[in-house]
Nanobody, 120 residues
Framework: QVQLQESGPGLVKPSQTLSLTCTVSGDSITTSAYAWTWIRQPPGKGLELMGVIAYDGSTYYSPSLKSRTSISRDTSKNQFSLQLNSVTPEETAVYYC????????????WGQGTQVTVSS
């Protein structure tokens, strides 16, 4: 059974850096059949793909976030992480990590999501 679990601070001050980690169990993040993603959902809005880290460590970022976003991984811990710089209150959202089937837009496993509030 694949499980993903987000962790990190629930409150971040404006202009600071949001840092989250996703711990994966039941599968390896180096498995070529899958990629690993960060997705967020602000209150009352839809889901937004923030970025992807592939099985080989290559990354893709949403163009609107590319200048402020970094996704990295620790294969020894089977974790991948998100850093989002210079956050604003409008980036208050539930942040999810999810597994995506390679070469598709199918997200088959999700973490439960973590609420991050950007506020002073």
């Amino acid at each position: 059974q694949v499980q993903l679990q987000e962790s990190g601070p629930g409150l971040v001050k404006p202009s600071q850096t949001l840092s989250l980690t996703c711990t994966v169990s039941g599968d390896s993040i180096t498995t070529s059949a899958y990629a690993w993603t960060w997705i967020r959902q602000p209150p009352g809005k839809g889901l937004e793909l923030m970025g992807v880290i592939a099985y080989d460590g290559s990354t893709y970022y949403s163009p609107s976030l590319k200048s402020r976003t970094s996704i990295s991984r620790d294969t020894s811990k089977n974790q991948f992480s998100l850093q989002l710089n210079s956050v604003t209150p409008e980036e208050t959202a539930v942040y999810y990590c999810a597994r995506r089937i390679t070469k598709s837009y199918v997200y088959d496993y999700w973490g439960q999501g973590t609420q991050v509030t950007v506020s002073s």
